[in-house]
């Protein structure tokens, strides 16, 4: 609640939908009188537990549960986005199912905003899948892209992928292999700029840095 109450300070112009408890959202709500002013509860009875697994989450919390109804309000146009703070694996599987994925794109991916000492990039995936093939990679470069573009404001933004050294012949084969499609496809949005390596995320040499989740997870703990 406190998040939210942050939230419409920075955008007065935002409204709330909260779902989950009303018993156990009310008091939190009344603590913050202007969000209560702006939001609107919808009350649910079940909760994905963060325990679950995500077919669990899927078979027992599809179309009943706080997390379910707060992805199907972004379906059915009632809100913009849907935030969550319970289980990603479950919210991942819930919004593929819901909203269904781009076409031609078969897995979804977490993304992340990185502070740069240029501001800020643009980091997928961070943990939604562990590997990727190439054509998962050239796929998360296009849609990291896509978010550059209406979240950063560029019209053309730089895309790299996280490999072992900047030259063509490092890296495992996956990631050799997206680099070829990326730089002779030619995409438009976008402009490929290569490989990049580790200390390029602090950098900010790129608008977008494309890696698989497991990679990710080991440069956020380092």
Request: glycine content about 8%; aromatic content about 4%; charged content about 25%.
């Amino acid at each position: 609640m406190n998040a939210a109450s942050i939230a419409l300070v920075r955008r007065p112009d935002v409204d709330f939908i909260l779902f989950g408890d009303e018993m156990a959202i009310a008091p939190l709500l009344a603590a913050h009188p202007a969000l209560a002013c702006k939001s609107r509860v919808v009350h649910c009875e079940l909760a994905v537990k963060m325990t679950d697994k995500p077919s669990q989450a899927l078979r027992f919390g599809r179309r009943a549960s706080s997390m379910w109804l707060a992805i199907e309000a972004v379906k059915k146009g009632e809100a913009d986005c849907a935030v969550s703070a319970g289980n990603t694996g479950a919210l991942m599987a819930m919004a593929k199912i819901c909203l269904r994925t781009m076409a031609q794109i078969e897995r979804p991916a977490i993304a992340a905003m990185w502070p740069t000492l240029r501001g800020e990039s643009i980091v997928l995936d961070v943990g939604a899948t562990i590997g990727a093939d190439s054509e998962h990679l050239v796929d998360l470069a296009i849609m990291g892209a896509a978010m550059a573009r209406i979240v950063l404001d560029i019209d053309s933004p730089t895309v790299g992928l996280l490999n072992v050294g900047v030259e063509e012949i490092k890296g495992i084969e996956e990631v050799k292999a997206a680099g070829r499609v990326l730089r002779e496809t030619a995409l438009p949005h976008m402009r490929y700029h290569g490989f990049v390596e580790g200390d390029d995320l602090g950098k900010g040499t790129v608008d977008v840095i494309v890696t698989e989740g497991f990679a990710a997870h080991r440069a956020q703990d380092r």
